[in-house]
């Protein structure tokens, strides 16, 4: 019923140059594992004045203002509906993989080298194969992109929406321009949810994880899923943020979500994994863990 997708236009549906320059922020105001973004990081990080940095902030605008309540139920049903394509697993990736950045294709790895290698980084410390699993699959969900979506409607720090915006959120002062902010069924504390529901029972801001999460949910564990639900909800693993929305099960759960984060953003490298070598171990993990299609 919306039709506001329709009249974005072509720089407000992609901000940025690409996909990579929101992991690269993010990247910034984490530059290490268990660091929490301090004030003066985050001062630096508005105030440095890049072209690249000015995209970042336009794609956060778009963000903060257009994820209301309303936009992520309309996502949910055009999408979690699962009918608009199957695919064997292993095309999955080279349908993923279609999202090129243009900007700087000498220098950037495929999304699959990022899935591989963060899959690798989590191998290589012992984890067990699910987890190994979350890596390859954890971004799986850009392929939102693929079927037009805004890249601010698929990734971006998460966030719950349908009540008040943590002020951990980055970029906090653009959910002015939101039209749920003037709304005050959803700006008190709870909003439309009650005290420790649980966040299972919050809807995110839409994006690759809700996506993938419900792709994923019938075949791997429960700490695995909350990798893949979460693992863009930094105000929450992060910052600790949101506490009266959690139950018991979420700060059980909390631990693996701060277990994957680093493994996604500090595993890049330079050098793509040797997939020849990596190739039949991969084939019969994916063929223990899902089915031998995947549908989107
Ligand atoms: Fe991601
Ligand atoms: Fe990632």
Not at 200 to 222: A, F, I, T
Not at 249 to 261: A, I, P, S, T
Request: glycine letters at 4%; a negative charge.
């Amino acid at each position: 019923m919306d039709t506001r997708q329709n009249n974005f236009t072509a720089k407000e549906i992609n901000p940025l140059n690409s996909l990579d320059e929101w992991e690269d922020a993010v990247l910034e105001r984490y530059p290490e594992p268990g660091a929490i973004a301090k004030e003066k990081t985050e001062a630096e990080f508005r105030n440095y004045d890049t072209p690249q940095r000015d995209t970042v902030r336009e794609f956060y605008r778009l963000n903060h203002t257009y994820q209301t309540y309303d936009f992520v139920q309309e996502k949910r049903a055009a999408y979690l509906s699962f009918d608009k394509k199957e695919m064997p697993v292993w095309e999955a990736f080279d349908f993923l993989n279609q999202l090129v950045d243009d900007s700087d294709p000498d220098t950037d790895l495929d999304q699959f080298q990022h899935l591989l290698q963060t899959a690798e980084a989590i191998r290589a410390d012992g984890h067990p194969d699910w987890m190994v699993m979350v890596g390859l699959m954890h971004d799986m969900g850009k392929v939102l992109c693929l079927f037009g979506e805004p890249q601010w409607a698929v990734v971006g720090d998460t966030f719950p929406v349908g009540c008040a915006y943590s002020d951990k959120i980055v970029y906090p002062e653009f959910f002015k321009n939101n039209p749920d902010f003037n709304n005050p069924k959803y700006q008190s504390r709870l909003g439309v949810y009650t005290e420790n529901c649980g966040l299972r029972n919050v809807h995110m801001s839409w994006g690759h994880d809700e996506y993938v999460y419900q792709m994923m949910k019938d075949h791997l564990p429960e700490p695995a899923l909350y990798m893949l639900r979460y693992h863009s909800f930094y105000a929450w693993h992060r910052e600790g943020s949101y506490d009266y929305l959690l139950d018991d099960h979420d700060r059980e759960m909390l631990k693996w979500v701060k277990l994957f984060n680093p493994y996604d953003l500090y595993s890049k490298c330079p050098v793509p994994p040797d997939w020849k070598q990596l190739r039949p171990y991969y084939e019969d993990l994916v063929a223990k863990y899902l089915p031998r299609t995947l549908k989107f």
